[in-house]
């Protein structure tokens, strides 16, 4: 009890023996007020009376205060306060095991309305692919027999790994970390080929959506959790929708299971550069393929870039899974629709420097890569090891790049006119090389090289290979504040030798003029020398 408390209480405990006292004083008066007669001093007995009384009453009234003081229930619409994200209450390991199977039953149920009797006569064996029992659960257990499938490549390459993407969010958004989320990413993909369909369980499958899907699902999340915690305490309904577009489990979760997962993934303020660019393309191509007949010549687009955990910031760590990576999706007007997603980011590294002009990381990294320019496509799921590092040329000009080379699984092809399989599986090499070099707030060159080899090595297809480059190059100017103006290049070449397609070479460019909203007046260059910060 405090001081002043403290001298409350006594006080009115005071307040009330001398009352009590006065009380006994007037009605004993009362009792002869016929006959006068002069005051006299009370009696010990009657004071020790008296204090014994006020005693009981004391204890009475603190025996009432028990019996009322209860923690009332909180008043309507009022938000209860929650746990930080991942701590306590605010983090189940049971949650999104169940969030997984209810959306695999539901993808299930899906297919059995929308396609009720399809069946695949290559890999169903004759059964109906969405009508699953407990027979073909138990023959996929017991006897497979795991193959590769033969769904077309963006089903495959880019709808698994999204499906995939969904799981890792489930567990990230409750409360879970990197490699337990992963798990049950990998885990959700396992019980989806073997209970999900009746076809053969898929290899290619629990690669895309069992490890690609961790690998595209993580930087989802992190985007997602960026918007959020912009918002502050309370994010507002739009951010919220925002993050839900981003990452729909994520976006589930916290409206499903209300204040429970209303914590926010703390980033850690990391040093970010975005870029939103909407432009239109004009393509050129030569092929050896005879397969392009729906090839388009000029196209609208929309590209969205984003570096998260740039090397340089004082005080920022590379503790987790991904506190650093890059992530690109390009879409555009053609039938293609979706041109590239591609992912990059940082699993286990430490942070370094040399001077006090360049900062970097090195370490593992882990990859998702889907590239598609109209006439062939190339995908892959990778570790590499690699660097990203930024080094100031001057007080005003600074270097960022990266260099990665690694092995992983991928498949590639061209894009044929009829029905037939038009890519092949295999064992892949690849490696990148990126340089942005950056002149103060007003302008950028931007350049990025990527090299993919797709061998036959873990593919029924043994005695084919595909090589394939892609490479860009971008100029951007700033107009005013983060707006800019850019102009880009993009050359992708394809050079395969098959049974089928034998020397099949193939080679479009893309050149694009376009409108570029920077999330950085000065294109992302992280600044971490005082007397520079202290001049500007």
Do not use: C
């Amino acid at each position: 009890m405090s001081t002043s408390k403290a001298l409350s209480a006594g006080m009115f405990r005071r307040a009330r023996i001398e009352g009590a006292i006065a009380l006994i004083l007037l009605l004993s008066g009362a009792g002869f007020a016929a006959e006068p007669v002069p005051a006299a001093a009370p009696a010990k007995g009657a004071v020790a009376a008296a204090d014994n009384a006020v005693v009981a009453i004391d204890n009475a009234v603190a025996a009432i205060d028990n019996l009322l003081i209860t923690t009332p229930p909180p008043p309507p619409n009022v938000r209860v306060p929650v746990l930080s994200w991942g701590e306590g209450n605010g983090k189940s390991y049971s949650i999104p095991a169940w969030d997984i199977l209810g959306f695999e039953a539901l993808l299930n149920v899906y297919g059995r309305i929308v396609y009720p009797d399809l069946v695949d006569p290559q890999y169903s064996h004759g059964k109906k692919v969405y009508s699953v029992t407990l027979e073909t659960i138990k023959d996929h257990i017991l006897h497979g027999p795991w193959g590769f499938d033969g769904d077309d490549f963006k089903v495959n390459q880019l709808q698994h790994p999204y499906q995939g993407s969904v799981y890792h969010g489930f567990a990230r958004s409750a409360g879970l970390g990197f490699w337990p989320s992963a798990a049950y990413t990998f885990l959700g993909s396992l019980v989806w080929e073997i209970a999900g369909e009746t076809t053969d369980p898929s290899i290619n499958d629990q690669v895309a959506s069992g490890i690609g899907g961790s690998l595209l699902g993580e930087p989802l999340f992190r985007l997602s959790s960026l918007i959020l915690e912009d918002g502050g305490d309370h994010p507002g309904f739009w951010r919220e929708l925002g993050a839900a577009v981003v990452s729909p489990p994520t976006g589930f979760n916290r409206l499903a299971f209300g204040d429970r997962f209303k914590g926010v993934f703390p980033s850690h303020s990391p040093a970010t550069f975005t870029r939103v660019r909407l432009g239109v393309t004009f393509n050129e191509q030569t092929s050896s393929s005879g397969a392009d007949n729906n090839f388009s010549r000029n196209e609208g687009t929309l590209d969205y870039y984003l570096a998260y955990g740039l090397p340089g910031k004082d005080g920022y760590t590379y503790d987790r899974p991904f506190d650093y990576f890059d992530f690109q999706f390009t879409a555009v007007s053609s039938e293609n629709v979706i041109e590239n997603l591609m992912t990059r980011g940082l699993l286990y590294g430490k942070k370094y420097e040399a001077g006090d002009n360049y900062r970097g990381v090195w370490g593992l990294y882990g990859s998702f890569d889907y590239i598609s320019p109209q006439v062939f496509r190339v995908s892959s799921t990778a570790l590499s090891l690699g660097t990203t590092g930024q080094w100031w040329l001057s007080r005003a000009i600074a270097l960022q790049g990266s260099a990665f080379a690694g092995i992983g699984y991928g498949a590639g092809g061209t894009v044929h006119p009829t029905e037939e399989r038009d890519y092949h599986y295999g064992g892949t090499g690849q490696g990148l090389l990126a340089a942005r070099l950056i002149f103060g707030d007003k302008a950028m060159i931007d350049m990025t090289a990527r090299e993919y080899y797709i061998s036959g090595l873990g593919s029924t297809q043994t005695d084919g290979s595909e090589r394939i480059f892609r490479g860009n190059a971008a100029f951007i100017v700033s107009i005013y504040k983060r707006h800019g103006l850019g102009i880009q290049y993009v050359r992708s070449v394809r050079d395969s030798s098959t049974p089928t397609f034998p020397d099949n070479h193939q080679t479009i460019g893309t050149w694009s003029i376009a409108y570029n909203y920077l999330g950085d007046s000065r294109f992302g260059a992280v600044e971490w020398r005082p007397g520079e910060i202290k001049s500007r």
